[in-house]
């Protein structure tokens, strides 16, 4: 099936690696141009070359902290300085160190708030003055959005957040012909999951293989997910392709929410 992706200009956020390295790849491979942004300028350069190289895509890379403004406006205008408009935006960014809420710090809370939820909220501003032929938001959000995870109460309170500013938003763009939706990752193999397997082994004092064994039997298809798995789903909910589908949300777990 033609996703319709290409020449639509995508803007990804936090894509050198992981979750949104997926998605980029994705938009590339379906001949999107992507405009990659990371806080480490080498490895999103090396990244943005990486998917030229492979797809024969036109990428841009940019250094990029999401938590400042003044970078994320850089990052757009660079983008619609090269390709004149925006078509699609991941919003993603690395998740809030996982403490319990007692452990957590006034401090712990505003840097959340600042990586999670105000970023989003400023990644969306940005872009939509330049989605001048309509377009589609995703967001990377969390299973803690639908069911809290034990350790990861900042990431509950703030992803929360962003699930219903992109509720509120569906509604609020959907007669510009924007729509906005949420992506929800499961056990994917991203070094995030692996910093989270590493620190429940040290909590409870059991191996890394041991956790891995622990999650594995509450996942139906048996396996941790690729960023490939979770790249797909976005690229799909981001293209044409997904025109009839705005505010919702998508698990891509394998199967591990138990919810109907």
Known sequence: MDLGLKDKVALVAASSKGLGYGVAKALAAEGAKVSLCSRNGDDVAAAAQTLASDYGAKTLATACDVRALGDIQAWVEKTVAAWGKVDCLLVNAGGPPAKTIKEVSE????????????????????????????????????????EPIARLGLSTIMRAGVAGLVKTLADELAGDGIRVNNLVPGRIDTDRVAQLDANTSQKLG??????????????????????????RAGAFLLSPAASYITGATLRVDGGAARSI
Not at 118 to 143: A, E, K, N, Y
Not at 206 to 231: M, N, W
């Open 107 to 146: 401090d712990d809370f505003e840097a959340a708030f600042e990586l999670t939820l105000f970023s989003s909220f400023r990644m969306i501003q940005m872009t939509i003055p330049h989605m001048t032929d309509g377009g589609s938001i995703l967001t990377v959000t969390s299973g803690s959005v639908r």
């Open 206 to 231: 059991i191996s890394i293989e041991e956790v891995q064994k622990r999650s594995l039997a509450g996942i139906p298809l048996g396996r941790y997910g690729t960023i490939d798995d979770f790249g």
